[in-house]
């Protein structure tokens, strides 16, 4: 089972920022996101595919319909600059992850 | 909740990559313990899961070469990759998974570089 990012995507501080991660019959499962710093190690940001744990700040924001899931953050900030990952379980319950999305705030 | 891991951080093509990784405040039972790597520069690749009862799940991609085992009067579990070359060169996460909801806690990582 593959999901798919794109490499990049650019955004200006302030505006909305989407990342897309598709995957046959993705509106089936479960999507998380998954946020990682430069030299960290990642952190979860989305579960069951809306769902924000605790500490994780309500500009972020998940859906999932279709064979598309879409992170969007919301008033983007520098802070926000950093690499993004979908992950879903596949048929067999094997995770999988998404090849990453590098978001650079201009 | 808490995940320390440690091992050799260089290796010599065809030896064995052993990681462990000690959980913290949390109950051991009840969650899956995982492993993931990522190359350098590159994305997340998911290499298996371990349960408190030693039940697994590897990828298949390195299923051939990879064993997971637990301690749980230790609160540990390890990862155990045959006969490396350069491309296991990778950070090595280990990590806490709830199937449907994903991987809330994870490790420091460790570095594996695998070079003659």
């Known amino acids: 089972y593959e999901l798919t990012q794109p490499p990049s995507e650019s955004v200006s501080p302030g505006q909305t920022a989407t990342i897309t991660c598709s995957g046959d019959?993705?509106?089936?499962?479960?999507v998380c996101w998954y946020q990682q710093k430069a030299g960290q190690s990642p952190v979860m940001l989305i579960y069951?595919?809306?769902k924000r744990p605790s500490g994780i700040p309500e500009r972020f924001a998940g859906s999932n319909s279709g064979t598309t899931a879409t992170l969007t953050i919301s008033g983007t900030q520098a802070m926000d600059e950093a690499d993004y990952y979908c992950?879903?379980?596949?048929?067999?319950?094997?995770?999988?992850f998404g090849g990453g999305t590098k978001l650079t705030v201009l | 909740v808490e995940l320390k891991q440690w091992g050799a951080g260089l290796l010599k093509p065809s030896e064995t990559l052993s990681l462990t990784c000690e959980v913290y405040?949390?109950?051991?039972?009840?969650?899956?313990w995982t492993w993931v790597r990522q190359p350098p520069g590159k994305g997340l690749e998911w290499i298996g899961e371990?349960?408190?009862?030693?039940?697994?799940r590897y990828n298949p991609s390195l299923k051939s070469r990879v064993t997971m085992s637990v301690d749980t009067s230790k609160n540990q579990f390890s990862l155990r990759l045959d006969s490396v070359t350069a491309a296991d060169t990778s950070i090595y996460y280990c990590?806490?998974?709830?199937?449907?909801?994903?991987?809330?806690?994870w490790g420091q990582g460790t570095l594996v570089t695998v070079s003659s």
């Open positions: 371990i349960n408190h009862s030693g039940s697994t």
């Open positions: 019959k993705l509106e089936t499962k479960y």
């Open positions: 069951q595919n809306n």
């Open positions: 405040g949390e109950s051991f039972s009840g969650f899956y």
């Open positions: 990590a806490r998974l709830v199937r449907g909801y994903g991987i809330g806690h």
């Open positions: 992950q879903a379980w596949d048929s067999n319950t094997a995770v999988v």
